[in-house]
Each structure stands twice: as C-alpha cells, then as structure tokens.
C-alpha cells in the first residue's frame, strides 16, 4: 500500500497532522542523504514526497515555506529570468602582495585625511586625528560564485547570481536546495534583507561528486568552483540538491527594518543570529601590522580547511567611515582582495609524451606551454596512465587547467573544453616504445603500461642505476648522466660490465680526470664486500624490494643456497607464500640472470650473508624509533605491505593515513589526493622513493 492510499484509506486521518509529519520526515531524510548516510532507498523518499505532494495539492493552506516540496519542484518559468540587483553587486581591487596591501591603507588613509572636515579655527594636519582608518575587518575570499539572497519578513524569496553586477539570473529554484541557507530566517527578521554571498562546493563533497562521477563512468569536475557553477545552473533544482552546495554570506546588502548597526563585524553577528552561515575566520583587527600577520597566517594554513579560498578580504569596519570612502566604477575603496598566488593556471598543452621508467613502466606525461604556477615555472606535468588521460580527456592542442598547489608535484586537472580546437582526436597511446621501439603491452586489469623488451637501453639502464643505488650496492660517482654515457658509448651492457669497466678510455672522456677515475674504481670495488641482502636487492627481482631481501640472505645464507632451493623452500620464507616464491625461482632459472650471477661470482662479489645467518627475529638498525611514515601510491622496490614492513620492522609506524603526526608521508605513481592535502595542510614532508630508501636506513630526512 502506498502513502497516498494509506492518507485516502485513513479517510477522516487529520491530514494537516499527516503534512507535518509527511514534511519532518522528509526534511529528515534528505539531511541524512545529503549527509551521505541515507536510511531509506530513493523510491521510499520519492513515495513519501508524492504523498506530501497530493496532500499539498488539496490543501494548499497547509503549504509550509520549508516544506520539503518547495526545496525541490520542478523547473520553474522563472528560472535563469533576470533579476536587478538592489545595490550593485561590485567586485573587488586585488593586492598581489603585502606592499601592494600597504599601498591601499595608505591610500584609504590619504584619501580619510583629505575628506576630513576640518573644525572651524583649526589648521588642517596632513596626518589628523579623526582619520585614522581604524579597525579592519578580514575574512576568507571563498573561492566560489557571488549570489544575492533576498528575504521578505523573513522568508527566502529570491536569490541571483552576480551576472553584470546590475542584473544576474534567477536562480532561486537552486539556491533553495542548499541546505545551508535557510527558507525562513530564525528570530526577528527584518521586512527585507538582502544578503551577498558565496556559493561552493566544500573539498570533502566535491571528492564525494568525482567518486560517483567515476562509478558511474562519467567525467571528473576539473574543480570545486567549476563544479559548484554547474551545479546552482542546474533547470533541474533535484540536480542540485544531489550535489551538496553550501554557502557562506559575507555581506549584508540591504535591510529595511532591521536594527542599525556601525560596523561591518557587528552586521555580520547579526546575520550569523538569523541563521545565516557567517564563517568563523572573520575577525576584527586593531591596525595594519596585525592585518599583515593573519593574512601570512593563512595563506600558510591554506590547505587546511574543507573549502578552498584564494585570499583575504579586508574590509574597513566601521560604516560611517566606508560611507566617506565611498566606491569607483568597480569596487569599493573600503575593502580590497589580498590575493593568494594562484594553484591553478590554464596553458597550451603542446603534446601528450610517453617516458620510460627504469623498470619498463611506460608513463604519458603533458608537455607544456610554461607556466608559472603554485611558485615554480611548469614545462612538464605527469599525466599517471592510460586511464588517467582517457579519464580527463586532454588532448594536444587543449588549452588545460594545470595546479601545482604545495609542494606536490604538478598535474594536469582537465581541459577547458569551450577552447577546444576543432578535429581534434582523443589521444591513444603510441604502440612502441619511445626508447626501444618495441610493442608496449597493457595486462587487462593492471593500470601501467610496459615496455617488456629486456634489452631496451632505458631498462639496461634503469637496472644499472638501480644496482648502483645507495639501498643497493652503494656505488658512488656514477649518475644517471655518466651510466647513460657509458651505456651509449658501449662502454656498459650490463651490471657485470661494471667490474670490468675501461677506465684508460674513461679517463680520457669529457669531465673525468685521474681522481674521479680513482674513486669511481675505489667505489666499485667495495662494492664486492657488500653483503648478499644488498645484492639481491640491487638484481631488481621482481617482489624483492629491500625487506624481502634481507629475509631471503638471512634465510639461506649464500647465493648457491638460493639457487638450490626449491619453490617449496622458498615459499616458506617468512612473508613469502606460494607467489612470490614462484616468481623469486623463474628468475634465477633464466638463463640470462644465471650467467648474469656467475658473471659476478667470477668478478669477486661475496654473495654471503653478512653474519652466517642472521638469528630469526634479530632486529634491524631502529632507525625509524618513535616516528610514523605514511605511504601513498604505486613504488618500485616495494610492494604496500613490504613498505610497511620495512618501516615496522625499524622500529616505526606505518598508519593508513596522514595525521600531524606523521613524520613523512611517501608518495609513489599515482598518490591519493586526500593524503596528500592532508599532508600539505599539516605540515608534513613529503617524500620520493630515493629519500624514503635513504630514510630507512639512516632515519633521516633529505
Ligand atoms: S565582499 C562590495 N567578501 O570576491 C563587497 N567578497 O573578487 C563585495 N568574495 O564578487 C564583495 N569572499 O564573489 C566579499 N569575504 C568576501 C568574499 C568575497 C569571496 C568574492 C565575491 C566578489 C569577488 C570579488
């Protein structure tokens, strides 16, 4: 049976009862739902809100403003009508830096002196008492879209976008599903108000949007802003409700009958008591000086909030003396924007390219236009995979959105679609190897791309640079510039080349002299000593990253034990298992690595664990006492669970997200967003692989 057979079945039922109830309930489950913790399916809501509606439509006297029925309706004719504003709605003048900012106080300040009326009898001082500037007000500049909502006795009534600034859109049908601003306002209401304020999208719901974008195999919003302007656009207003706008009023426009007040910050108490969202970051301060300190403050804890804002707002706060300085054509001369350096920028994205990691792994990568951005001049930005360029669909040619927010390295958020040259095509990825030219393959279900070809020159020096390296045989004097060379020069084909290098021919090349010869020399041969967990490390066998080694020499000893050992022996290693014990046995079964491994045997290495076999259980170096390191993203010498080990294993503590606690949080390909927000907004340093395998083993950061 349905609600509206139960109403009509209940025939004398009190239906103005069953409307407030009908109407409670609604409003209950739509907060639920909206707070993303829904009781009931959809089709239950909707069957109570046909109820609520059929009642409604027969007893239109018991229509209530709040009603859930009249937060969500059809389109109505208004919508997108134009609306005049009552004041204009004006912009802002931005200061780009803090001497800009004193340029306008200064101002502010010359221009009070001027105007002040000087008393009869007295002589005009360039600098008078009386024309002090005063307190300042400073708030947060929401990073979102300017709307003006106008209550009569208290009821919402209509809402506008900024349009020209005269006239905007109607768009009350939208601003009506925000919860955030109320239908009807709490205590005593003025006759009319007229506020101005901000519509966004909080950080938390536009990660929530692009989640249920990408379950539902749609495109992801580029940004909170562009989001929230799609959203209030809406003719559908269910559309909007869907997508959690929120509001913050930062401006009392107009009132008639309402109390009369002197400064701004007084206005804004009154608002916030009317059940208007007023945000709690406002403050009032004494002078300049202090303006300047909260500011930097800010600008510093950018991140941490659940919305974005791109600067400050300060405001003179007393409203005579705003009324003195009157505005221009644009703006106030009250108030000016204090802008933070931008995050975001658009540039040409002049082609899509494919690199080569020193394990094969294919990755797209941007090249761009140069743009300065978050502080740093970006050519270049990381596009992850094939999915990720197929997920934002940026193609060469695009003008794009690229963000460098924090110290994070830059990405491309998307494309500005409305610059899109025409014919142009949906970029694939190339099918050979930029380096080798051998075919790229993709295992289905796996998101990276490979070169598979053994012999690819950026493979053959991707190993030799990972053996070299400071976790693995610690070879020093030898970059990736100099392996380069001597893999181009055919001086090095191999890890074995390296103890067999020509050093007469080195010494003769650009930048090597007798010394660097030496010490490169002297390093490679004490490199024979190192012991056999580091060798194992330093052969890039797939699954053995530095953990995995060390239980692998301390379980067998020596390299012939491992090469005798069966794939039963190898699985019983501790955190091994069937998997990786198969994997660890097909590679020194290939002929290539075997030689590979006698090639090194007759060079000298000492393939023996350090002490006849560690004890089970004894304790690595604690170099990690105390501290907690937070691991994000895809790494190349260690599985998540080996990351995490390594880290316990040294004494530290590896939790599944980011807190300001955390010591350092280490990213790899493809980061989550929210941990590295977090760790930007705390303070905490992030890390590459290199400076993590360099703080496993020293407890240092770089
Ligand atoms: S006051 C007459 N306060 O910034 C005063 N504006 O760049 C007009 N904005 O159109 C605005 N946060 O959309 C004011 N705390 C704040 C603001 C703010 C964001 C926006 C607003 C305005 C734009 C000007």
Request: avoid cysteine.
């Given at each position: 049976m349905t609600g509206t057979d139960a109403a009509d079945a209940g025939g004398g039922r009190d239906s103005a009862a069953r409307v407030r109830e009908l109407q409670a309930l609604l409003n209950h489950h739509s907060a639920l739902y909206y707070g993303g913790k829904p009781e009931i399916p959809d089709a239950d809501f909707d069957d109570l809100l046909n109820e609520l509606k059929a009642l409604e439509e027969r007893h239109p006297e018991l229509v209530h403003p709040d009603s859930p029925t009249?937060?969500?309706?059809?389109?109505?004719?208004?919508?997108?009508?134009?609306?005049?504003?009552?004041?204009?709605?004006?912009?802002?003048?931005?200061?780009?830096?803090?001497?800009?900012?004193?340029?306008?106080?200064?101002?502010?300040?010359?221009?009070?002196?001027?105007?002040?009326?000087?008393?009869?009898?007295?002589?005009?001082?360039?600098?008078?008492?009386?024309?002090?500037?005063?307190?300042?007000?400073?708030?947060?500049?929401?990073?979102?879209?300017?709307?003006?909502?106008?209550?009569?006795?208290?009821?919402?009534?209509?809402?506008?976008?900024?349009?020209?600034?005269?006239?905007?859109?109607?768009?009350?049908?939208?601003?009506?599903?925000?919860?955030?601003?109320?239908?009807?306002?709490?205590?005593?209401?003025?006759?009319?108000?007229?506020?101005?304020?901000e519509v966004i999208l909080r950080l938390s719901t536009f990660e929530r949007l692009n989640a249920r974008q990408a379950e539902r195999g749609e495109k992801a919003y580029v940004n909170p802003r562009n989001a929230a302007a799609g959203s209030l656009r809406q003719k559908d207003a269910r559309v909007t409700a869907e997508r959690g706008l929120s509001f913050w009023c930062y401006q009392l426009s107009y009132a008639e009958g309402g109390p009369a007040f002197t400064s701004h910050m007084q206005t804004l108490e009154w608002l916030a008591s009317l059940g208007l969202p007023v945000d709690e970051h406002a403050a009032r301060l004494a002078d300049l000086a202090a303006v300047e300190a909260h500011v930097v403050d800010f600008e510093r804890r950018r991140h941490d909030l659940d919305y974005e804002f791109d600067g400050m707002v300060v405001k003179v706060d007393d409203l005579a003396t705003q009324a003195r300085l009157g505005v221009d054509a644009k703006a106030p001369r009250w108030a000016i924007a204090y802008k933070f350096p931008p995050e975001e920028r658009t540039t040409k994205l002049l082609d899509i390219e494919v690199s080569i990691g020193p394990s094969g792994q294919a990755t797209p990568f941007a090249r761009l236009e140069p743009v300065f951005v978050g502080g740093v001049t970006v050519g270049t930005a990381t596009l992850h995979n094939e999915d990720q360029v197929a997920a934002k669909d940026v193609r060469p040619g695009d003008t794009v959105i690229v963000r460098r927010a924090g110290e994070v390295i830059p990405e491309v958020v998307g494309p500005v679609l409305s610059e899109r040259p025409g014919g142009s095509e949906p970029w694939s990825f190339p099918p050979g190897c930029p380096v080798c030219g051998e075919a790229l393959r993709r295992t289905e279900g796996m998101s990276a791309t490979l070169c598979v070809n053994y012999w690819c020159p950026r493979q053959i020096r991707g190993r030799i640079e990972h053996f070299v390296g400071r976790a693995a045989m610690d070879i020093e004097f030898l970059g990736e510039r100099n392996i380069d060379r001597f893999v181009t020069e055919g001086l090095l084909g191999d890890v074995v080349g390296l103890y067999s290098l020509d050093f007469e021919r080195i010494v003769q090349m650009e930048g090597f002299g007798q010394v660097s010869v030496n010490n490169l020399r002297g390093s490679i041969e004490a490199s024979k000593q190192q012991p056999l967990a580091r060798l194992l490390f330093a052969l890039s066998i797939p699954e053995i990253g530095q953990v995995n080694a060390q239980v692998l020499a301390a379980s067998f000893g020596d390299i012939d034990s491992i090469l005798a050992a069966g794939e039963e022996a190898l699985a019983e290693v501790e955190g091994f298992g069937p998997i990786i014990a198969t994997s660890v046995r097909a590679w020194f079964d290939d002929p290539h690595n075997r030689r590979l491994i006698e090639g090194l045997r007759t060079a000298g290495l000492r393939m023996e664990a350090e002490e006849p076999a560690a004890a089970e259980g004894d304790p690595l170096p604690q170099t990690l006492a105390g501290m907690s390191v937070v691991v994000s993203g895809a790494l190349d010498?260690?599985?998540?669970?080996?990351?995490?080990?390594?880290?316990?294993?040294?004494?530290?503590?590896?939790?599944?997200?980011?807190?300001?606690?955390?010591?350092?949080?280490?990213?790899?390909?493809?980061?989550?967003?929210?941990?590295?927000?977090?760790?930007?907004?705390?303070?905490?340093?992030?890390?590459?692989?290199?400076?993590?395998?360099?703080?496993?083993?020293?407890?240092?950061?770089?």
């Open positions: 009249q937060r969500v309706g059809a389109p109505p004719d208004t919508a997108f009508a134009p609306v005049r504003h009552g004041p204009p709605m004006m912009s802002l003048h931005n200061a780009l830096d803090i001497e800009e900012l004193r340029a306008w106080h200064e101002r502010v300040h010359r221009s009070l002196a001027a105007s002040t009326p000087v008393p009869a009898g007295e002589q005009a001082l360039p600098t008078m008492k009386g024309a002090g500037v005063g307190d300042l007000a400073v708030e947060l500049k929401f990073d979102g879209l300017a709307i003006s909502v106008r209550y009569e006795n208290g009821v919402l009534v209509r809402a506008a976008t900024r349009g020209d600034g005269r006239t905007g859109e109607d768009v009350t049908h939208s601003v009506r599903t925000i919860a955030d601003v109320p239908i009807r306002l709490r205590g005593d209401a003025p006759a009319v108000l007229e506020v101005r304020g010498g260690f599985s998540r669970d080996e990351a995490k080990q390594a880290i316990v294993a040294r004494g530290g503590s590896s939790p599944g997200s980011v807190s300001t606690r955390t010591t350092a949080l280490v990213v790899g390909a493809d980061p989550g967003t929210s941990k590295l927000r977090k760790a930007e907004a705390s303070g905490v340093r992030v890390i590459d692989e290199a400076a993590f395998q360099a703080l496993l083993e020293t407890g240092l950061l770089p």
